[in-house]
C-alpha cells in the first residue's frame, strides 16, 4: 500500500494518536477491524501490481507467457506449464528447503518468447539459428552449412569456389580427427540421401544442427586417486580411481555473430587437440600468459594468471604445475614422463608424475567430467534438497579451513553429536575432498541426522567398511545428501528411515581399475550397496518400519527384509550390477519389501512382495511379484514373462498387441503360432538400449540413439521411460523442430545430429 511503509497495521498507524489511545482503552477493537480491511487492501494492491508486471514477459507469470507469445505470432512450446508429473517429492520430503523440488525444466520458453522479434530481425542467418537451437534445446549446439562443405569443379574464367577446394591434410591429426564430426572442415562428395542422424548430410539443401545432451560438470580441488603406493607416479582425476575422459567446459562465444567452435561445446577432450593446444602455448615468446585454451586456474593463485574459461588443473604439494611442464600422453599402458614434467591422457582421465616430482603428498585436480543430468551428486546447484536448517538443533560443518568451530573430519563431527546427546542435526560438508575414515553411527529414538553436502560440491567417502547403522530405533531418520560414497551402507539393527538424496553408493561398491603390474584379482559377487537386518539375535523381525526413499540417485543392489516398509524412489537408478537390483536378505531369490517406483531405471532382477506403483520405469530385467491384486505399472518396459499387477500402456505389451492387431487387418485371423512369431519379433526389437552400462562413464545408462520410440517416447508426456524422463528430451527436439520450420530460410532442410 503507497500510503505507508510499515510491514503491518498500516492504515492503523494513519489514525490520530488520541483515536489509538481510546483504542487500547476499549481492549483495541478499531485495530482488528483496520486489520481485515487492511488485509483485503493489501490483495487489491498486490494484484495491481501483478497486472503491470504481467505486461512484460521477463516479469510477468507464467501463465501470461503464451499471451504475450500470441502478440509476437509465435508458436506456443512445450514447457513447464505442461509437465503433469505428481509432485511426490514433497510427500516424502517435506522436511527440505524447497520450496519446489521438482526438477528444473531448461525449456526456456518465457526466454524464447522475449527473444521472438530478435530472432526475426536476424533474418535467419547461420549464426542466429545456432543460437536459436541453444536457446530452444537447452543443450550447448553448432550449426553447419552442408553445402558449404561440398567439393565443386572449378570454373576458372568466372566463378571460382576457393572454400571449396579444401582437400584432407592426411598429415594432421587434429584435422582428420575431426573428419564426418561436428567442426569438419574438409570437402565432400554429395550425398543425396535424406539427411539423418549417420548419413546424407553433404547436399546443397542442407543445415546441420549438432547438439551435446551431455553436460561438463566442474570438480574443483579433488584428491587425484594413486593407482598404487606412496612413491607411485600413477594417478586418476577421479576419485574412484577409474578410467574416464576429461571434458571441456561449455561456454559462449564472445561474438554474437560467430559460430561455436569445439572450444564452446562441452565434450571429451580430444587428444590431438589437446597436443595442438599446449604446443601452440609453448611455442609463444617469453613471458608467456600462464594458461592455455583447456589449462589454467579456476581459482586465483598469487603469481599465477587465471585462464578465461579453464577445463583442466593439476596441483602437486599445493603448488600449480605450469602448462609450460604439462605434456599430452597416451597412458593407456602407462608410462612415466622425464624429470619434472606431467604427463596427461585426457582420453582416459590419467595423470603421471616425473621422478622429480615424487614423492608427493598431495595431487590434487581440478577437471571437468561429463554426465546427462543433474543426478547422484555432484557440484551443481541443489539447495533445494537441503535440511532445513531450522528443524536441526545443530549443524556442524566439516571442512579442510581449520575455523574455530568446524570439524576437519565427518568421524569428528559425528563424535561431536554423540558428546551432544544426538540431538536432531545436520553435518554440512563444505569441500570436494576423499575423507577415508570409517563411519558408524547409532541415532536416537525420534531424531534425525542428516550428512549431507553443501549446495556445489560432492565429497567422497572411500569408506573404511561399511557404513553401519547400530541400534534398534525404529522411529529415527538418516539422511545422506549429495554424497559420493564408495562404500556401502549396513543397517545391523532398526531404523525407520534412510533417505538418499542426490547421492551415490557406488554400483558395485568399487569401481577402481586394479594395477596391471599386479595379478588380476579373483571376481568377486557384488556386496548390495543397501542391506538391512531380517531378525535380532533372539531371532524377533527387525526393520519392520525401515523405509528407503530416495530421490536423484545412484544404488547398487538392495537388500531388504520381506516385511519393512518399502523402497520409495523418485529419478533414480538401481543398478543390480549383474545380480538381482531388488531382492531380499538371506537365501537365494528372496522376497524384497513393497516398492513404489517412479522415473526409475531399474537394471536386474526385482523380487519383491507388493509394487504399490511403478510409473515410466525401465524394469530391465525379471520382474516377481508376489502379490499381484493390488498396484499398477503404467508407461513402463517390463521385460516379457514377468509377474507384476495390472498394467497400462506398458512395453512391449503395448507394442505386441499392435503388431497383432495391424497384421490381423491384413491377413484376417491369426493362428497361436503366428502371434507368438509376432510377439517374439517385437521383443526383440522394442527393448532399452544404453549408450553406457558401466558406471563412471559419461553416458551412463543414457538411452542409445537406436533405442526404439516406443521407449524412447513412451512415458505418458511423451518422454522417454527411466531415470532420465525429467529431462524431456524429445520435446526438446519438438520444440526445435517448430521453430526451425519458422526460422529456416526457404528451401532448404535441416537435420538434427546429437554428438552426445
Not at 602448462?323 to 595423470?351: A, F, K, M, Y
Not at 565429497?459 to 539422511?479: F, K, W, Y
Not at 519393512?564 to 538401481?574: H, K, N, R, T, Y
Request: aromatic share 8%; glycine share 8%.
Amino acid at each position: 500500500m503507497a500510503y505507508s511503509n510499515a510491514s503491518q497495521d498500516k492504515l492503523y498507524g494513519l489514525l490520530p494518536a488520541y483515536v489509538r489511545e481510546r483504542d487500547v482503552a476499549e481492549g483495541e477493537p478499531l485495530r482488528a477491524l483496520l486489520r481485515l480491511i487492511e488485509k483485503q487492501a493489501d490483495a487489491i494492491d498486490e494484484d495491481i501490481g501483478q497486472l503491470h508486471n504481467n505486461a512484460f514477459v521477463e516479469t510477468c507469470e507464467p501463465w501470461v507467457v503464451p499471451y504475450i507469445g500470441d502478440l509476437v505470432g509465435t508458436t506456443p512450446l512445450f514447457d513447464e506449464s505442461r509437465v503433469r508429473d505428481g509432485d511426490t517429492a514433497h510427500e516424502l520430503f517435506p522436511d527440505l528447503e524447497g520450496p519446489s523440488l521438482r526438477p528444473p525444466l531448461v525449456i526456456r520458453n518465457r526466454a524464447d518468447v522475449a527473444k521472438t522479434i530478435y530472432y526475426r530481425r536476424r533474418k535467419g542467418t547461420l549464426p542466429m539459428l545456432e543460437e536459436l537451437a541453444r536457446d530452444v534445446t537447452g543443450w550447448a549446439a553448432h550449426a553447419v552449412e552442408f553445402f558449404e562443405l561440398l567439393g565443386w569443379t572449378q570454373w576458372v574464367r568466372n566463378h571460382l569456389r576457393m572454400h571449396a577446394v579444401r582437400t584432407p591434410d592426411v598429415r594432421s591429426v587434429e584435422r582428420m580427427g575431426r573428419l564426418d564430426r561436428a567442426f569438419d572442415e574438409i570437402c565432400h562428395t554429395v550425398d543425396v540421401r535424406p539427411i539423418s542422424q549417420f548419413e546424407g548430410w553433404h547436399n546443397i539443401r542442407n543445415i546441420g544442427f549438432f547438439l551435446w545432451r551431455l553436460g561438463a560438470y566442474r570438480m574443483e580441488a579433488v584428491a587425484a586417486r594413486r593407482l598404487g603406493g606412496a612413491a607411485d607416479y600413477r594417478y586418476y582425476f577421479s576419485p574412484l580411481g577409474n578410467a574416464a575422459p576429461l571434458f571441456s567446459r561449455m561456454r559462449r562465444e564472445g561474438d554474437e555473430a560467430g559460430l561455436a567452435t569445439e572450444l564452446h561445446v562441452p565434450q571429451p577432450i580430444r587428444p590431438a587437440y589437446f597436443y595442438e593446444d599446449l604446443r601452440t602455448y609453448q611455442e609463444l615468446p617469453a613471458p608467456r600468459p600462464g594458461f592455455t585454451e583447456f589449462y589454467g586456474l579456476f581459482n586465483t593463485v598469487a603469481g599465477f594468471n587465471l585462464a578465461p574459461a579453464p577445463s583442466i588443473m593439476v596441483l602437486i604439494d599445493g603448488n600449480p604445475v605450469p602448462p609450460d611442464d604439462i605434456r599430452c600422453r597416451d597412458l593407456e599402458n602407462w608410462g612415466q614422463p622425464q624429470n619434472d614434467l606431467v604427463g596427461i591422457d585426457v582420453s582416459n582421465g590419467r595423470l603421471a608424475l616425473g621422478p622429480d616430482l615424487l614423492p608427493a603428498s598431495s595431487v590434487e585436480v581440478y577437471s571437468h567430467y561429463g554426465f546427462p543430468a543433474d543426478l547422484g551428486g555432484g557440484p551443481y546447484r541443489r539447495r533445494a534438497w537441503l535440511t532445513r536448517r531450522s528443524l536441526a538443533e545443530e549443524v556442524f560443518i566439516v571442512n579442510d579451513t581449520g575455523d574455530p568451530g568446524t570439524f576437519s573430519t565427518i568421524g569428528a563431527a559425528l563424535a561431536g553429536w554423540v558428546a551432544q546427546g544426538r540431538p536432531d542435526t545436520v553435518i554440512r560438508i563444505g569441500d570436494n575432498r576423499t575423507y577415508n575414515e570409517p563411519i558408524s553411527i547409532e541415532p536416537a529414538d525420534s531424531r534425525f541426522i542428516s550428512i549431507e553436502s553443501a549446495d556445489g560440491f560432492r565429497p567422497h567417502l572411500q569408506l573404511d567398511g561399511p557404513l553401519t547403522v547400530t541400534g534398534n530405533h525404529e522411529d529415527a531418520t538418516l539422511t545422506l545428501g549429495g554424497l559420493l560414497i564408495e562404500g556401502r551402507v549396513e543397517i545391523e539393527g532398526s531404523l525407520g528411515r534412510l533417505r538418499l538424496l542426490h547421492t551415490t553408493l557406488v554400483p558395485g561398491v568399487s569401481i577402481a581399475e586394479p594395477d596391471p603390474d599386479l595379478p588380476l584379482p579373483p571376481p568377486v559377487v557384488p556386496e548390495p550397496a543397501v542391506s538391512a537386518a531380517a531378525v535380532d539375535g533372539g531371532g524377533d523381525p527387525v526393520n519392520t518400519e525401515l523405509r528407503v526413499e530416495m530421490a536423484f540417485s545412484i544404488v547398487g543392489p538392495l537388500r531388504l527384509p520381506d516385511h519393512a516398509e518399502g523402497v520409495f524412489a523418485l529419478d533414480s537408478i538401481i543398478d543390480g550390477v549383474g545380480e538381482d537390483a531388488i531382492a531380499g536378505v538371506g537365501v537365494a531369490d528372496a522376497v524384497g519389501p513393497p516398492i513404489r517406483l517412479e522415473r526409475v531405471t531399474v537394471r536386474g532382477a526385482t523380487r519383491v512382495r507388493e509394487i504399490l506403483l511403478a510409473s515410466e520405469v525401465i524394469f530391465d530385467g525379471l520382474v516377481a511379484t508376489g502379490r499381484i491384486q493390488v498396484g499398477c505399472v503404467r508407461f513402463s518396459y517390463v521385460e516379457p514373462v514377468s509377474r507384476t499387477p495390472r498394467r497400462y500402456r506398458c512395453q512391449p505389451d503395448l507394442a505386441e498387441r499392435r503388431a497383432i492387431k495391424a497384421a490381423e487387418a491384413v491377413s484376417g485371423p491369426l493362428s497361436v503360432a503366428e502371434e507368438d512369431d509376432i510377439r517374439e519379433r517385437v521383443r526383440r526389437r522394442v527393448k532399452p538400449e544404453y549408450t553406457s552400462e558401466a558406471y563412471g562413464q559419461p553416458a551412463y545408462l543414457q538411452l542409445s540413439l537406436g533405442t526404439p520410440v516406443e521407449i524412447t517416447a513412451g512415458a505418458e508426456d511423451g518422454s522417454e521411460m527411466g531415470v532420465y524422463a525429467h529431462l524431456k528430451q524429445p520435446q526438446r527436439e519438438a520444440n526445435l523442430r517448430i521453430r526451425l520450420n519458422e526460422y529456416l530460410p526457404f528451401g532448404l532442410e535441416a537435420g538434427i545430429n546429437y554428438v552426445s
